[in-house]
Each structure stands twice: as C-alpha cells, then as structure tokens.
C-alpha cells in the first residue's frame, strides 16, 4: 500500500525568504509519481511540480523546486522567495497503479508573514 | 484556471436522501477521478473513469456510483447519504496518466 507522510501541520515563514516543507513516502512500487498541490483557502487544488520516480534531475517549476531523496523516500517542496498569496495548504501526493491516481498526504498549512 | 467545473458549488442534504454531483472540462481531458476531502484531511481517492468505464476504485461502498459520458464529463452519484458523507468533492481531469487538473469542488453538507 502506498502511503505519505507529511510532518508538518502548520509552518510559518517571512516574505522573501525560502522554505522547506517535507513529504516523505512508502510505497513497493518501481515506478511512481510524486505531485505537489497547493490548496488555498477557497479548495481548487492548484497543481505546482511534478516528480516521477525515474528521473534523474531534481524537478524545478518557477520558483518551485522538488528535492526529490529517492534512497530516503523524501520529496520535498522547496518554494524560494515566499510571497504573501503563497499562504494556502500544501498537500504531496504519489501516483500508483500505472496511472495516475493519488494518494494524498495530510497536508501543511504554510503562513507567510510580512 | 484548469478549465475544469464542478456543479453545484455548494449543497446540503438530509441523512439518507441521495446526491449527484457533476464535473466537466472545456480541455478534452479523458479521464476524470473523485476525490473526497473531508475537513482538516487530505483528499482520499473515490475512483476513476476512463472511456465512460470505472478505471479504479478506493475503499469507498458501492453507495458511491459514478458515470462518464462520452463528452468526458462525469457524474458522482452518493446514496443513503450519512453525516460522514460531508465534505469537499473534487473532481480531476487528465489524459492518461498526465498531471490531473482540479475543479474547484462542491462543498456537501449533511444533515
């Protein structure tokens, strides 16, 4: 069974600055996929980064980068240079199954204060 | 925008009575997953629907039914509701095993 664990219920961090939220995962599977979400407080899910388990380079989108530890099963979100509407729940999810459907860690409520 | 709708946006129901709710997308994606988000949790995977058949489903009871319609639009379907049934509903679209593209979610309330 596949399953992820999000550390973190709530994190706050200063306007500009970077910050690290943690994912780690379980999972027997040889190919996968790992998603990152940000979830505001209206509920759309906005898709951010994308990892599958293959890949050899660490996967960037903007100022979205995923420090993807395949040995340590981690892959956290990296988000540099936080700006206010950066406030929203982040969730990770893996993809099984040979297609895409995801399990879902619990989530971490990020706070950027200015 | 993902271009993916839910219909409604928000809804309440009594205990037992039944619930469609509906998910489409102006970008041709052909598969669509469910997804229920209970309050304070993670999203938990309903199924998923691929040319109009079920592709995959969660550990959730047969009273959750859904269909696809060759559009690619979707229904879910909730009977014999219960108070747990309350929640966020997200819909998602893909092609194949692409990234899947949330709508914005029908709140439900249970009663």
């Known amino acids: 069974a596949q399953k992820i664990t999000q550390t973190q219920p709530g994190m706050f961090v200063q306007e500009k600055e970077a910050v690290t939220l943690d994912c780690t995962y379980d999972?027997?599977?040889?190919?996968?996929?790992l998603f990152w979400y940000k979830q505001p407080s209206s509920g759309e899910m906005i898709f951010l980064i994308y990892?599958?388990?293959?890949?050899?380079q660490n996967a960037t989108e903007g100022r979205y980068s995923l420090n993807f530890q395949k040995a340590r099963k981690s892959a956290n979100l990296v988000i540099s240079a936080s700006q206010l509407g950066d406030s929203a729940m982040y969730f990770c999810?893996?993809?099984?199954?040979?297609?895409?459907?995801?399990?879902f860690g619990g989530g971490t409520r990020l706070m950027v204060k200015p | 925008e993902t271009g993916v709708t839910q219909s409604p946006t928000h809804l309440i129901k009594t205990r037992g009575q039944q619930v469609t709710l509906r998910c489409s997308s102006q970008?041709?994606?052909?598969?669509v997953s469910w997804y229920q988000q209970a309050l304070g949790q993670g999203p938990q995977f309903i199924f998923q629907?691929?040319?109009?058949?079920?592709?995959g489903r969660g550990n959730f009871p047969p009273r959750f039914s859904g269909l696809q319609f060759p559009n690619y639009s979707s229904e879910l379907n909730v009977n014999a509701l219960e108070l747990d049934d309350s929640a966020l509903y997200l819909c998602?679209?893909?092609?194949?095993?692409?990234?899947?593209?949330f709508g914005p979610g029908t709140r439900l309330t249970v009663l």
């Open positions: 999810a893996m993809s099984y199954n040979a297609g895409n459907m995801l399990t």
């Open positions: 999972t027997s599977d040889p190919s996968y996929g």
């Open positions: 990892q599958g388990s293959y890949d050899q």
């Open positions: 970008s041709g994606h052909n598969t």
């Open positions: 629907y691929y040319r109009e058949e079920e592709n």
């Open positions: 998602a679209m893909s092609s194949g095993t692409d990234t899947q593209y």
